[in-house]
């Protein structure tokens, strides 16, 4: 039986569209699977979405449904909200951060660009 699985999009810092495509069917989880995976009430859960935080969609009966990266973002969330005592917006700009951080690094590594032949570090 094989799913058909749309590309999953994403912005980049250049404003251009980077498109993921699935290797093998990865499924969704639902919002009691991500619960009992990262240990968060389903409730905070809620609360991450509705701020934007954790992507989710909802499902034809409305539930949620998560990508397979939501656990790990959630504990990145944790990490953030206990280790730097950060508040929720300011969870949502470290986040962004790190993103923007991971796609400079890997546009260095595609380059070939070491990280001691660029002037600003």
Do not use: C, K
């Amino acid at each position: 039986m094989s799913t058909h699985h749309p590309p999953r999009t994403s912005a980049t810092a250049r404003n251009t569209t980077v498109v993921h495509y699935a290797m093998v069917p990865v499924p969704a989880l639902g919002l009691d699977g991500v619960a009992r995976r990262s240990g968060l009430h389903p409730e905070l859960i809620r609360r991450l979405v509705a701020l934007g935080l954790v992507d989710a969609h909802r499902d034809a009966s409305g539930q949620l449904v998560f990508p397979p990266s939501a656990p790990a973002t959630l504990a990145r969330i944790q990490r953030l909200r206990t280790g730097l005592n950060l508040n929720y917006a300011s969870i949502g700009l470290v986040l962004d951060l790190l993103e923007r951080i991971s796609l400079l690094e890997a546009a260095l590594r595609r380059s070939g660009t070491r990280s001691d032949q660029l002037p600003w570090i």
